[in-house]
């Protein structure tokens, strides 16, 4: 599958335009880590909001969310619908929090709470998490760029992770968030376009998509019954929540986003608009995944031999933006797609150099902290990262096996964390011991949770395996932190009254 020339023509330059207008933010005059990190405080709620979205919104998101619904039906949109319940904690208790700390790092508060240790320890598990995500989306970009264009999947990887580096090391967070609201903008209007073609398509006009999917159950959001082992509506509320309580409290990407507002105001504004902006453009996802699954059903001649039902999926939307879509905005679509792959590893670049600087060596290293010195760690840091998610990415290639024990991995480092910040914030009265030993409790349960489906697949061992359902290790993983904390901060104040009565 090649693309004819005038979409390849369109998508180098929209790449290049991308590039040099994310890269020119560096020449600005006068510019200090401040600017580099939160923007000088000074960015539009609307631009934040955008960026915001566009980190719910990756590239792959935009392919595996009509794949889903193609190969399904809506169940997985249900996460959606838990985003602007986070949103409205985020709102009340996170952004406020973050504002008055006044520290562009996320996990300074652990510190103030729990000590170094637990900063520490944040902060590793969130850089570790980055690695994973940028490798993964590294590796999982160059997949559809090698069907499209023909290029070998490591020229690509290493193309895109040079690309990425140039433009998130030197440009900063105000490049990460201006190419982030350009990136959304072309996703959903690109969407709409597509969705608008697919519907007048159908040989019996767009009611004949509706009719289709009720006949096939497309629209079903899945079983409202109760189970831990099964996908169900309440089981993915659930996970959507916590994995959004993660997101809005502990996620370096999101707290330094609160901080490039001028205002309270205006970083719960953009809040609020990117997570609410998410929820009807995921729907707009999901009936474009229905809408393909009609549009093929009818026209079944359309799709070629080699794609069939059980391995269509992720592919669909790729072979109609190709085959179904004039020329020229296939180009442009393509671009924008893998664009916003890019500005997704450029925000974890940002993020894990602020985080760099915050967390280490401003800490560490406070008499070498200057501006000059200072901007130094931030590009490096930004270098190195992205060096070494550029080896996660090709290590992939020949172990992709690795990719779900990635994911297994981070989800162990990023629940933990997560039950360690809620423990924090409403547990006043649980000290730095009682904090540690409920972590430990914690990714303990995580770990089994996460790891031994991978692990363990048949043996004596086999009945040890975790039998619930994925979905909720961070549920039950961040609960056991919280209410262990909760609890041995009960024991040992009762333990210590007891203590002082005797005497």
Not at 37 to 59: D, H, Y
Not at 421 to 428: I, N, Q, R, T
């Amino acid at each position: 599958m090649q693309l004819p020339v005038i979409d390849l023509v369109i998508f180098l330059v929209y790449m290049m335009g991308i590039l040099f207008f994310g890269a020119s933010f560096y020449f600005r005059k006068g510019r200090t880590t401040d600017d580099y990190m939160v923007g000088g405080k000074r960015l539009p709620a609307w631009a934040i909001g955008m960026s915001i979205f566009a980190t719910f919104v990756s590239s792959i998101s935009f392919l595996a969310l009509p794949g889903n619904a193609y190969m399904s039906n809506w169940n997985s949109f249900v996460f959606s619908l838990s985003i602007p319940i986070a949103a409205l904690v985020a709102v009340k208790f996170f952004v406020p929090l973050y504002r008055e700390l006044k520290s562009p790092s996320a996990y300074y508060y652990l510190e103030t709470r729990f000590g170094s240790w637990a900063r520490n320890y944040a902060s590793i598990c969130y850089l570790l998490t980055q690695l994973a995500r940028m490798g993964t989306i590294l590796y999982l970009l160059a997949l559809p760029m090698n069907a499209l264009l023909g290029w070998d999947i490591m020229t690509i990887i290493i193309v895109t992770g040079v690309s990425v580096i140039i433009y998130a090391s030197l440009g900063g967070i105000e490049a990460v968030i201006w190419t982030d609201a350009i990136q959304g903008i072309v996703l959903i209007l690109g969407a709409i376009l597509c969705l608008v073609i697919i519907l007048f398509s159908m040989p019996e006009g767009p009611m004949q998509v509706i009719e289709i999917g009720r006949g096939q159950g497309k629209f079903s959001l899945g079983s409202f019954g109760i189970s831990l082992s099964e996908t169900t509506f309440w089981g993915i509320l659930v996970y959507g929540l916590f994995i959004n309580l993660q997101n809005f409290g502990i996620d370096q990407n999101y707290v330094q986003r609160y901080m490039s507002a001028k205002s309270d105001k205006e970083a719960i504004k953009s809040t609020w608009f990117g997570s609410s902006l998410y929820v009807p453009v995921s729907l707009l996802f999901f009936f474009i995944g229905t809408a393909l699954f009609a549009y093929y059903q009818v026209q079944p001649d359309l799709l070629p031999a080699d794609l069939g039902a059980a391995d269509a999926g992720d592919k669909i939307f790729p072979f109609f933006i190709v085959n179904g879509l004039p020329r020229g905005m296939t180009g442009l679509l393509i671009a924008s797609i893998f664009a916003a792959g890019m500005s997704t590893v450029s925000t974890s670049l940002n993020s894990s150099s602020t985080v760099i600087l915050t967390d280490y060596f401003k800490k560490y290293f406070p008499s070498l902290s200057n501006r000059k010195n200072n901007f130094k760690v931030l590009v490096g840091s930004a270098v190195f990262m992205g060096l070494l998610s550029m080896m996660v990415a090709l290590a992939m290639i020949q172990v992709k096996s690795a990719l779900d024990a990635w994911w297994a991995l981070s989800s162990v480092f990023s629940g933990g964390v997560l039950g360690l910040f809620l423990l924090a914030y409403f547990s006043k009265n649980v000290n730095q011991l009682e904090a540690a030993i409920a972590a430990v409790i914690g990714v303990l349960v995580i770990s089994w949770m996460s790891l031994t489906p991978i692990f363990i697949t048949e043996g004596p061992w086999f009945s040890f395996r975790n039998p619930i359902h994925t979905n909720l290790t961070i549920v039950i993983g961040t609960m056991v932190i919280f209410f262990s904390g909760f609890l041995l901060s009960l024991v040992f104040k009762k333990k210590q009254r007891n203590s002082y009565i005797n005497r």
